[in-house]
């Protein structure tokens, strides 16, 4: 019995010596090997790191006016994990946030996710009242959300920013890295029950900068109504307006119409994503006889012809495999070059093209800038469509030197336009006037045209408006001589040119003895009416005379009259 007895305690032994040194192993294993790791997790079990978001910088106009601002908002999450009660739940964030609540429910219920969303970016006053419920299981943090008080004032030029304030279109997305700042953040230290009671080290969030833009809210606000209405006046399908000062180049108004809520940008652009293109960059048209100026221009300029030079001119000629003709029907007369401008002539314009040739013309279409990106460095920029001369055929010369066969961006136009404005010196467009308190935009420049030349293209343009028989008398504006030229062109369809679709515009300046502002407007698709001088030109009148106005610009022909 007693044998047995010592067996029982020399086994105990041996088992509880084996357990100590599975334990001192054990320990040693730990402590000497896995000591950093094991240590790390347990500094990560008590530890977590809290981001601080930026706020976006703001975007101004030029007057100090907000046009994109950062508005505080709350995000509602849960831990469905937490929730007891995933119908009851639902049904009061639901009420209270404005949810439907069978749209909660589903995420609410699982209990795989630690993480959900209820609602992003909520209303905080709705989210207060939320929190005040102690509902277990949900959660709050601030964000900020992208706010366009203006609403549809520059909603195409502004673009949008996603709901990670992230810029997506438009101003927003060129902008995006200057706007957005730099998320900072927090090391804090918790308790066993999760709350934070230390701040173990912090990195502050730098802010995004502010913005301010050449754009002016009042004259950008008037531009849309104007072509809003144009476009319902002529059943259109669109319309776009640039208001430029040829000096600066700074872009006063860019419209689009229709346009659209900015606020709304996703929902709007998931139905029709064009309403939300800035057309007067993005796309492009055959200018038509608003191209001409360019024509003229270079035949000045290389002294093959002057203002007085006449020819006589039938109907129509022939260029190679294509007929041109005048817009309506006459017998031959003889027309000087001012006249072949003023009644926008497309056989005379062919005629001075021809002594001019291809070359040459080639040449000033690129010095003008035609074919190249503005500079402007919008997303979606189009260069505009020019074929280079070494692939001209025959029949070019008769279409490129009256606005056919060649694709121009709006601004691409009004550039062209700024430039005899401003003395034959082309002067970059530009949107952004300055970043925070940084210096203002210096842009390039370039000299296109001399002097001599801009201000003999400058009269004859007065002559388009002022002149009887000219094709843009309804541009006229009471007080002011207008410099301008309209167009008309047929659209471009696969195998040749549409009989029913039309592109309407008129591009001038105004007042034309000292140039202030150039203003281009292009109708796509009018009804009723096609003609550039008919459809366009009381549209470049209606924003041209608000635009004076305001600016408070003095009348340079004060006894002229409507």
Do not use: C
Not at 13 to 29: P, T
Not at 217 to 233: C, D, F, G
Not at 345 to 359: C, D, E
């Amino acid at each position: 019995m007693k044998g047995r007895t010592d067996r029982r305690i020399r086994l105990l032994l041996v088992v509880l010596l084996v357990a100590f040194g599975l334990a001192l192993g054990r320990a040693v294993w730990l402590q000497a090997l896995h000591a950093a790791p094991l240590a790390q997790l347990a500094r990560d079990q008590h530890r977590q790191t809290v981001v601080l978001p930026a706020s976006r910088g703001t975007i101004y106009d030029r007057t100090g006016t907000p046009l994109a601002v950062g508005e505080q908002a709350t995000t509602v999450y849960a831990d469905p994990r937490r929730i007891r009660d995933a119908r009851r739940a639902a049904q009061i964030a639901g009420r209270v946030l404005g949810i439907k609540p069978a749209a909660l429910v589903a995420r609410l219920s699982d209990r795989s996710k630690g993480f959900v969303y209820i609602a992003r970016k909520a209303d905080p006053e709705k989210a207060a009242r939320l929190a005040a419920r102690k509902v277990q299981g949900l959660g709050f943090y601030r964000e900020e959300r992208r706010v366009y008080p203006q609403r549809s004032v520059g909603a195409q030029v502004l673009g949008y920013a996603g709901v990670d304030n992230r810029g997506l279109e438009g101003v927003e997305s060129a902008l995006d890295r200057v706007l957005m700042g730099a998320s900072g953040s927090q090391i804090i230290v918790k308790d066993p029950i999760g709350r934070a009671i230390e701040i173990v080290s912090s990195t502050p969030a730098r802010e995004g900068r502010d913005v301010y833009l050449t754009l002016d809210h009042n004259l950008q606000a008037n531009a849309e109504a104007v072509l809003s209405e144009t476009v319902q006046r002529w059943h259109a399908k669109a319309a776009t307006a640039v208001v430029l000062n040829p000096k600066t180049g700074a872009i006063l108004a860019m419209a689009s119409a229709p346009t659209y809520d900015a606020n709304r940008f996703a929902e709007i652009a998931s139905r029709d994503r064009e309403r939300t293109k800035n057309r007067v960059v993005t796309d492009t048209y055959e200018p038509g006889s608003t191209f001409k100026v360019v024509t003229i221009s270079a035949a000045l300029s290389e002294a093959i012809v002057t203002p007085q030079t006449t020819f006589d001119l039938p109907y129509s000629i022939e260029v190679a495999d294509r007929v041109i003709h005048d817009s309506h029907e006459r017998g031959t007369e003889r027309m000087s070059v001012a006249q072949i401008l003023w009644q926008s002539s497309n056989v005379g314009t062919v005629t001075i093209a021809r002594r001019l040739g291809p070359a040459r013309l080639a040449a000033w279409i690129d010095r003008f800038g035609f074919g190249h990106g503005t500079g402007l460095a919008f997303p979606g920029e189009s260069s505009g469509i020019v074929l280079p001369e070494a692939q001209w055929s025959g029949s070019t010369i008769g279409n490129v030197p009256i606005g056919q066969g060649i694709a121009v961006t709006g601004l691409q136009m009004a550039g062209a336009y700024a430039t005899v404005a401003n003395g034959g010196m082309w002067v970059q467009p530009h949107l952004v006037d300055r970043v925070a308190d940084g210096p203002t935009t210096k842009p390039k420049h370039r000299r296109v045209l001399s002097r001599k030349v801009a201000r003999t293209m400058s009269r004859l343009l007065v002559g388009v408006v002022d002149t009887e028989g000219g094709t843009g008398s309804l541009a006229a504006v009471p007080g002011y001589h207008v410099a301008g030229k309209t167009g008309t062109a047929q659209k471009p369809i696969p195998g040749g040119y549409s009989t029913s679709k039309y592109v309407a515009s008129f591009v001038g300046f105004v007042p034309a003895t000292k140039p202030r502002l150039v203003i281009l407007v292009m109708v796509d698709e009018p009804r009723d009416a096609i003609w550039g001088g008919v459809v366009a030109a009381p549209a470049f009148q209606s924003i041209a005379q608000f635009a004076l106005q305001y600016l408070e610009v003095p009348p340079d022909a004060p006894l002229t009259v409507p």
